[in-house]
């Protein structure tokens, strides 16, 4: 397996894979060349890695803790109707028309990870078009319904380069992770 820098993985999921149960299933939606997929791994966890091109992650064909699929999700159906994961990882993309999939494929007591741009992104780099970037508070707007949010942030950040950036992390309200009686 390729080393990556340690720097190349996002610092919000870094700080939040900890919340991730040991051995954890987990989905790296829109997983690019692999970094949180390669990370995630490492710490023990079953990864299913998706994305349009896997080009980029290839080497891990032979890993077992990795399922890779190749897959265009903005233009076929939802390829996981009926899977749960205990977490999912979503980084660097947005499509919100996945965001009712991601809620239902999250199991009880899972958690979501989800770090990407947001408006005023445009005024310093990539991407700069308004359907790649969140307008304030969408995250929460989305998905605080469902999720005890334990972490939310919007904002610049300047690494690893300066980008205005939004951040949740939030665990699926469900009865496996109530009290007694659904208290």
């Known amino acids: 397996m390729r080393n990556h820098d340690h720097q190349d993985i996002s610092t919000w999921v870094r700080q939040h894979a900890r919340r991730l149960a040991p051995s954890s299933e987990l989905l790296d939606l829109a997983c690019g060349k692999g970094r949180h997929t390669r990370y995630l791994a490492n710490l023990g966890h079953r990864v299913t890695a998706i994305d349009l091109n896997l080009s980029g992650i290839r080497d ?98 300047d690494e690893p380069r300066p980008a205005i950036r939004q951040r949740l992390c939030g665990i699926r309200i469900g009865p496996e992770s109530c009290g007694p009686e659904g208290e």
Do not use: C, K, M
């Not at 989800?114 to 707007?141: I, S, V």
């Not at 949010?149 to 904002?155: P, R």
């Open 60 to 157: 891990l064909t032979t890993n077992n803790q990795v399922e890779l699929i190749e897959h265009d999700l903005e233009n076929s159906p939802w390829p996981f109707t009926g899977r749960h994961f205990d977490g999912i990882i979503v980084t660097n993309y947005l499509y919100r028309p996945l965001f009712s999939n991601l809620l239902a494929a999250l199991s009880a007591g899972g958690t979501l990870i989800y770090d990407t741009f947001a408006a005023g992104n445009e005024h310093l780099g990539q991407p700069e078009n308004p359907a790649f970037l969140l307008n304030p508070g969408e995250l929460l707007e989305a998905f605080a319904s469902e999720l005890h949010v334990v972490a939310y942030d919007h904002g610049r950040t």
